[in-house]
Structure formats: structure tokens, C-alpha cells
């Protein structure tokens, strides 16, 4: 009968309208990113990027102790190398056992034993030419050797105490070589693999660059971060992913790229899809908040609604401190 028109009963209270949301944000789901800088005891704010700082590695604790109180799970690591003559064309400091990422590692393991540590993966932010790879002589990226420095790369951060490495570097073939290195070394059981499977180039990384330090030299990553325009790659990215052995699907950026999500959710229905709300994204909502466009704690659940209905579990986001608080009230 005509009866079934009759739909505003069915979210006519707060609870009620709770549970039309397949989905329910939770502390467990949020990773927090951080910038970690090789001078000690910087504390830096990143002017591009609202709150968010440049952290030496002695000044992690005492920023991190009051958050995982409040409940953070997981973060993950980005090195910026602020020490001159550091970057090379090999990216060679990207694994240096004295680097800030693996010490902070080792560090924040034995500090906090419960915290999920995920490494960033990529050469961009230790390479003179602030690629995501090793570069050929006609500045197009070497694969063979870009996957090879990567997939070291990784192991170094797993052996170190990394309980999941994230390559963002797009280069072809890098989950099935950090994988089968995994495997040679005996830790594959302990180490998930998340991978950047649908990356998109674009405008919505400049943020981030100002923070890390890794703008390219010259030219774009056009010819390894997705075109905008590709679903189709994007779904052959993230079905050759799982086939290469990733635990974990990323779509990124999150919220021009719904579809991608859930292309990634019904193509890796039986996988975890992360999803990340990157710089760009992030420092878009502060500026509309700042000009009085709407209320900033509003659209950072909004935004964050829209990437879980799309089918994210598992969401990166620099809003991270403050869900801690409007999720604990
Ligand atoms: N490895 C690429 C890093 C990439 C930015 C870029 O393409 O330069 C992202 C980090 N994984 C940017 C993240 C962000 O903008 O928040
Ligand atoms: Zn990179």
C-alpha cells in the first residue's frame, strides 16, 4: 500500500536518527597524524596547517600523554628532515637508525604500550628532488629501484617497532614488495600493511608539503598520484592492492573522493577501508569556519559523517585532538 511514504517517524528522535547511521564514529577508528622533525626539541606551528606543529622527538610525551588519556589509539609518523645536507636523490635518511621516525618508534612503543603505531612510507620527504621515488635521468621515477628503497624503507620501520606501514609514495608494485620482504624477514604476522591504493593528485596536499618539506623540485606527481578523473584506475589500483596483499585500503583525499571510498568498500568488502581527510581538506574547513561559512566542530563531523557513509572505518584526520574531547562529552 502507499503507506511506506510516510519516512519522517522513522528519524522523529535523536536516537532514532542515531540509528539510520550505518555507521557510528569512535575513538577507535581515528588515526592522528604527526610531523616529527630531527631537531630534538622543536616545537614548531605549521602556519598552513591550524594547530597542527613540527614535533622533535622530545617534545612527543608531553603532547601525546594527555591525548591517549583521552583515548587516542593510533598515530602515524611523517620524518621531516630539518637538517641541512640530509636529502639526497636516494632518500638515504628515510631509514637512518638515528632518523626521527625510528626513534620515535622505539620511544613511543615503550612509552605507550597501547598506542597503534602506523608509519608513512615515502622518499619524497628525505629526497633533494622531493619525489616519491629514485628518479631516472629524464625525471620520470625508476620503479625497479623506487620499490626496492621502498619496501626497505618499510621493513626498517616494521623492525623498529612500527605495527603498521602505509607506503603514500603510488609507485606500481610496492605492496607486493614490501609484502614478500615482510615475509622474508619473519614479521609479516605482525605487521599490517595499509596501503595508499587510490591517491589522487591534485591541490589538497599543499599543506602537508609546507609541514614536511616535500614539494617537488620540479614538476607534479601526475604521473604516479591518480588522475582525478580516474575511477576505473582507482578501482584497478585498489583491486591489484588487495591482490598484492594489503590488510587495509586508503582512499586519499576523502572528501572530494566519496565514490572512491566506496568503490574501495564493495571491491575490499572484506577489508578495512581507511580513508584521509588530508591538509588541503582540513585547512579548507578552518578557513570557511574562520569566515563564518558554518560552525568548525559542525563540519568536522559532517565532513567525518560523509567518509564513514561512504565506508571508511578507519579515518586519518587532523582533528583528531578535538574528537577526542567532542567525543568524550
Ligand atoms: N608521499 C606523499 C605525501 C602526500 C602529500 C604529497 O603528495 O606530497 C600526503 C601524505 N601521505 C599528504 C597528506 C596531507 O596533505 O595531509
Ligand atoms: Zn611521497
Given amino acids: 500500500g502507499d503507506i511506506g511514504s510516510q519516512l519522517h517517524a522513522g528519524y522523529s528522535h535523536p536516537l532514532a536518527r542515531s540509528w539510520q547511521a550505518e555507521r557510528q564514529l569512535t575513538k577507535s577508528m581515528l588515526i592522528y597524524p604527526l610531523f616529527i622533525s630531527d631537531q630534538d626539541d622543536e616545537e614548531v606551528l605549521i602556519p598552513s596547517l591550524p594547530n597542527q606543529y613540527r614535533r622533535g622527538i622530545n617534545r612527543l610525551v608531553p603532547f601525546l600523554e594527555p591525548l591517549v588519556h583521552k583515548g587516542l589509539r593510533s598515530v602515524i609518523l611523517f620524518g621531516v628532515p630539518m637538517r641541512p645536507g640530509t636529502k639526497d636523490a636516494l632518500g638515504t635518511a628515510a631509514d637512518d637508525p638515528e632518523g626521527p621516525v625510528i626513534r620515535s618508534i622505539q620511544l613511543l612503543r615503550r612509552r605507550f604500550p597501547h598506542l597503534y603505531i602506523v608509519c608513512d612510507v615515502c622518499l619524497c620527504e628525505y629526497t633533494s628532488h622531493g619525489h616519491c621515488g629514485i628518479l631516472r635521468d629524464d625525471g620520470s621515477l625508476n620503479n625497479q629501484l623506487s620499490v626496492d628503497r621502498i619496501s626497505d624503507v618499510a621493513v ?5 617497532g612500527a605495527h603498521c606501514v602505509a607506503p603514500s609514495d603510488m609507485n606500481d608494485g610496492r605492496i607486493r614488495a ?7 624477514e619473519g614479521i609479516v604476522h605482525s605487521v599490517t600493511l595499509m596501503s595508499y591504493a587510490a591517491k589522487f593528485s591534485g591541490c589538497l596536499y599543499g599543506p602537508f608539503r609546507d609541514a614536511a618539506g616535500s614539494t617537488p623540485s ?13 575511477r576505473g584506475l582507482a578501482r584497478r589500483a ?8 594489503a590488510d587495509i585500503i586508503m582512499v586519499k583525499p576523502a572528501g572530494q573522493y566519496l565514490d572512491i571510498i566506496a568503490d574501495a568498500k564493495e571491491l575490499g568488502r572484506d577489508l578495512p577501508v581507511a580513508a584521509y581527510q588530508v591538509s588541503g581538506e582540513f585547512a579548507m574547513i578552518h578557513a570557511a569556519a574562520k569566515a563564518g561559512v558554518f560552525d568548525l566542530k559542525a563540519m568536522a563531523f559532517e565532513s567525518t559523517e560523509g567518509i564513514l557513509r561512504a565506508g571508511a572505518t578507519i ?4 582533528f583528531v585532538p578535538e ?5 568524550s562529552n
Avoid at 626498517?156 to 623498529?160: E, F, P, W
Avoid at 585498489?238 to 596483499?245: A, F, K, L, S
Avoid at 579515518?315 to 587532523?318: A, D, K, L, P
Fill in 156 to 160: 626498517a620501520y616494521a623492525r623498529a
Fill in 178 to 184: 614490501i609484502k614478500l620482504k615482510l615475509i622474508e
Fill in 218 to 230: 620540479f614538476g607534479d606527481r601526475r604521473c604516479y598520484q591518480l588522475p582525478p578523473g580516474g
Fill in 238 to 245: 585498489i583491486v591489484r592492492d588487495i591482490n598484492e596483499g
Fill in 315 to 318: 579515518i586519518v584526520s587532523y
Fill in 323 to 327: 574528537f577526542l574531547d567532542w567525543l
